[in-house]
Structures are given as C-alpha cells and as structure tokens.
Nanobody, 122 residues
C-alpha cells in the first residue's frame, strides 16, 4: 500500500523560505515520476513541480527560479525547497506520485498525500 506523508508546511513572512518533505512508503520513489501540486480555495489545482525517474524536472512559471524539487533515493523522500516566498504562494501543497517513469499529464499521478498548508503573509 502506497503512502505519501508530507511535512514541513507552516507560516512564513514574504521573502522567507520553507522546505516541504514527502516520505514515501510502499513505493520506490527513484523508479517513478513524482510531483508537487498546490490548491487554494477558489483556485484551480496547479502542478508546481515535477521530477521524473531520470531526474528530469519541470516547474510552473510562477515558481521558476524560486522553488526546487529534489529527491533523496536513499530516504525514499521527495522535497520542495521554496525560497523567496510570496503571499500568492499560500495554498495547501500536495505530494503526488505516478506509477510510471514519466508523468506528462496530471492524470498520470496515482497516489496523493494528505497535504501540507503553506501560508505566506505580507
């Protein structure tokens, strides 16, 4: 049974930083695609970042240059380093995992964590 558990959310002032972690169990993170999504009430879910099994990464335009997705294969854990945070980054952040090496569309993510709240104040 696949489980994804996020941690590291919290409240921070604009310009600050946070690091989200997603610990995977029942799943070998290095073999598959994983990603971070976010959603705020009243807004559509947005894929923030993605990493494929070969290490290929993509980012939403809104976070390029500020966020970094990474993976520690030994710890089977996915990370999202978020720097220069802005109030518009406020959202619930979700870790997601696919059952394939590359996820080209959001529908290819099969497993989801429970979410971690990130709140950025101005």
């Amino acid at each position: 049974q696949v489980q994804l558990v996020e941690s590291g959310g919290g409240s921070v002032q604009a310009g600050g930083f946070l690091r989200l972690s997603c610990a995977a169990s029942g799943y070998t993170a290095s073999r598959y695609c994983m990603g971070w999504f976010r959603q705020d009430p009243g807004r559509e879910r947005e894929r923030v970042a993605r990493i494929d099994s070969d290490g290929y990464r993509t980012y939403a335009d809104s976070v390029k240059g500020r966020f970094t997705i990474s993976r520690d294969n030994a710890k089977n854990t996915l990370y999202l380093q978020m720097n220069s945070l802005k109030p518009e980054d406020t959202a619930m952040y979700y870790c997601a995992a696919g059952a394939r090496a590359t996820c080209n569309s959001d529908s290819q993510y099969s497993y989801w964590g429970q979410g971690a709240q990130v709140t950025v104040s101005s």
